[in-house]
């Protein structure tokens, strides 16, 4: 943990300097890291390679402030409200008998998620919310040619909060988890001891509290790993079995000041969305995102759109064009497969060609 603190000072001292107006580069913080290395002791009872490697992250940080868009500039680390987090090269860390022992004679005993295929050239050492600390290795490996798709399969994607995800193959639907619903009641009874043993303001935590507020956490992480597990599952089937995925871009984002903030949380939309195109793109698929503008509004049959806009509490599209009618969110999935097909982003770059 004293590394980390020695860490945190060295990238906040790199904020300062940049906001200050000197705006040093990776190789002048180097250099003032040495010179900070002779004046003081407590830096000199770190590892160089951990202090380092600090500075150059924070270096990527800033420049892809620069490059990527919406990228904010590094900001202060709390050491209240920021985790621990240290990256060391292959000379800062070594394996010996099944232990990861660190630069400065830091010994470590592992357990083990499966074995390393190679010798590992970086390992980043993480604690999560529950004090948990986990060890990330950066190996090589023989890449596996992912499974081959059949033939002109293809599969359209519509996220909601029903449903987790609709397709256009009812098959592959992803329900609602609900996993934080089945918890619901083993945290609000956390959550009440939370609030019993809570003392006033400025006043140091008790035991009871801590414990309590220790045991939220828990099912609070425990429902967030349910629903990554069940996304990698349900993201393994949809590639395996597809060459085109065309997925919806939809931005759960303004669903939080909404009355269904809690159910859409629960959903995770995001994090499977992610996973799901991740997935497709590492496996060699085509995966097409499309923009959901008109897509609940459009027929999947004729492409003609619907004068005004379906209500959330009407889960029947009807064509008033061709008659065709079935439920929203597939006749939307339906939409966003052909926009894809067409080679196309969105259902009005047809139009505006």
Known sequence: MEEWHRCRFLWNEAVHQHKSGAKPT??????????????????????????????????????????????GRPRYKAR??????????RRGF????????????????????????????????????????????????????APAAPEGSAIGIDWGVAQTATTTDEKFDLPHPEHRKRCAAELAKAQRTMARHRRGKGRTPSKGYRRARRRVAKIQK???????????????????????????????????????????ADAAIARVKRVLIERGRRAGRRVVIVRPAYTTMTCSRCFAR??????????????ETCGYSACRDRNAARVILTVAERGHTGVDDGSQA
């Open 26 to 71: 990776f190789a002048k913080l180097g250099k003032m890291l040495t010179e900070a290395r002779k004046r003081s002791s407590w830096l000199r009872e770190g590892s160089q390679v951990a202090q380092q490697q600090t500075l150059r992250t924070y270096a990527q940080a800033l420049e892809a402030s620069f490059r990527i868009k919406g990228r």
């Open 80 to 89: 209240k409200k920021t985790l621990p987090s240290l990256q060391y090269t």
């Open 94 to 145: 070594t394996l010996r008998h099944g232990r990861l022992v660190l630069a400065k004679g830091v010994s470590i005993p592992v357990v083990w998620s499966r074995d390393l295929p190679s010798p590992p050239s970086s390992v980043r050492i993480v604690q999560d919310s529950l004090g948990h600390w986990y060890a990330s290795f950066v190996v090589s490996r023989a890449t596996l040619p």
């Open 222 to 264: 425990k429902a967030a790993r349910r629903n990554e597990e069940a996304a990698r599952v349900w993201a393994t089937r949809v590639v395996d079995e597809h060459a085109l995925i065309a997925v919806e871009d939809f931005r759960p984002r303004f669903l939080a000041k909404s009355s269904m903030a809690r159910k859409a």
């Open 306 to 319: 619907a004068k005004q806009r379906l209500g959330l509490d009407e889960r029947i599209f009807r064509c």
